[in-house]
């Protein structure tokens, strides 16, 4: 099965907050449990973790949909890595819709194939390929954004 850091850390990129990460990551390993005759005959209990976790935010946010979320404290940055850069990518990440963030996540982040990233997420490679270009150009936006703001070289 694939470590449960990975999969917190793919969890926080597409939810933006650590605690929901965790929170992501136990509905999947409750839904593993729940249904472990398949993870035991899966080819790559890994992939198939992986999979529940993404299918796990995705059904997180339809329920939410009509739901505002309560103002979170900012989490600190760690004192290795507080770049602005890293944190306007989370930023502009964050910007993303659900299902887009998750195929963005899952290509580029995972390092997925088009392929893969449709399996996963249960969608048409053709869709993949779309949201990906979508995805990215929405980034690039809210990137070029973050690199004309005073102060930025």
Same mark, same amino acid.
């Given at each position: 099965?694939?470590?449960?850091?990975?999969? !917190?850390?793919?969890?926080?990129?597409?939810?933006?907050?650590?605690?929901?990460?965790?929170?992501?990551?136990?509905?999947?390993?409750?839904?593993?449990?729940?249904?472990?005759?398949?993870? !035991?005959?899966?080819?790559?209990?890994?992939?198939?973790?992986?999979?529940?976790?993404? !299918?796990?935010?995705?059904?997180?946010?339809?329920?939410?949909?009509?739901?505002?979320?309560?103002?979170?404290?900012?989490?600190?940055?760690?004192?290795?890595?507080?770049?602005?850069?890293?944190?306007?990518?989370?930023?502009?990440?964050?910007?993303?819709?659900?299902?887009?963030?998750?195929?963005?996540?899952?290509?580029?982040?995972?390092?997925?194939?088009?392929?893969?990233?449709?399996?996963?997420?249960?969608?048409?490679?053709?869709?993949?390929?779309?949201?990906?270009?979508?995805?990215?150009?929405?980034?690039?936006?809210?990137?070029?954004?973050?690199?004309?703001?005073?102060?930025?070289?």
């Amino acid at each position: 099965m694939a470590s449960q850091g990975h999969l !917190r850390r793919s969890a926080y990129l597409l939810c933006g907050d650590w605690h929901f990460a965790e929170d992501l990551v136990q509905m999947a390993f409750d839904r593993i449990y729940r249904h472990w005759h398949r993870v !035991r005959s899966a080819d790559n209990p890994g992939a198939y973790s992986r999979q529940v976790v993404y !299918r796990c935010y995705l059904d997180s946010r339809k329920k939410h949909l009509d739901v505002l979320p309560l103002e979170h404290l900012p989490e600190p940055a760690s004192p290795a890595d507080p770049t602005d850069t890293r944190l306007a990518v989370l930023a502009a990440l964050g910007l993303l819709p659900p299902r887009t963030r998750a195929v963005v996540v899952l290509r580029y982040w995972e390092d997925l194939s088009v392929e893969q990233t449709a399996g996963i997420l249960g969608i048409s490679e053709g869709t993949v390929k779309s949201m990906s270009s979508r995805g990215l150009a929405l980034l690039r936006e809210r990137l070029a954004d973050f690199a004309e703001l005073p102060g930025r070289p």
